[in-house]
């Protein structure tokens, strides 16, 4: 399994931007699709944002327009930056990497948003 760790959570007030940052244990040259999931207490984790290989990233529709995914595979990293965050955007955010079929997930970082 790829080893994924995350940093850049934190506390902002709305309207306020966060860059979250994932990085893995090995070259992103060799994995497929990167990408960050958020999960709020008693809900299901719900996909943000998709980036391939070669860069060509998508983020959902709630959060399209204010959120932007990118990758550096020279720092093996995957960002997300979120503008204009709402407190509904408070949530733990989860990075992961799919390579052979196989997906691994980082620990998680909190992002709070407060109104």
């Known amino acids: 399994q790829v080893q994924l760790v995350e940093s850049g959570g934190g506390l902002v007030q709305s309207g306020g931007s966060l860059r979250l940052s994932c990085t893995a244990s090995e070259s992103t040259f060799s994995i497929n699709t990167m990408g960050w999931y958020r999960q709020v207490p008693g809900k299901q984790r719900e996909l943000v944002a998709v980036?391939?290989?070669?860069?060509?990233?998508n983020v959902v529709d709630f959060v399209k327009g204010r959120f932007t995914i990118s990758r550096d595979n020279a720092k093996n990293t995957v960002y997300l930056q979120m503008d204009n965050l709402k407190p509904e955007d408070t949530a733990v955010y989860y990075c992961y990497a799919d390579k052979a079929d196989v997906r691994s997930w980082g620990q998680g970082t909190q992002v709070t948003v407060s109104s």
């Open positions: 980036i391939t290989r070669g860069g060509t990233g």
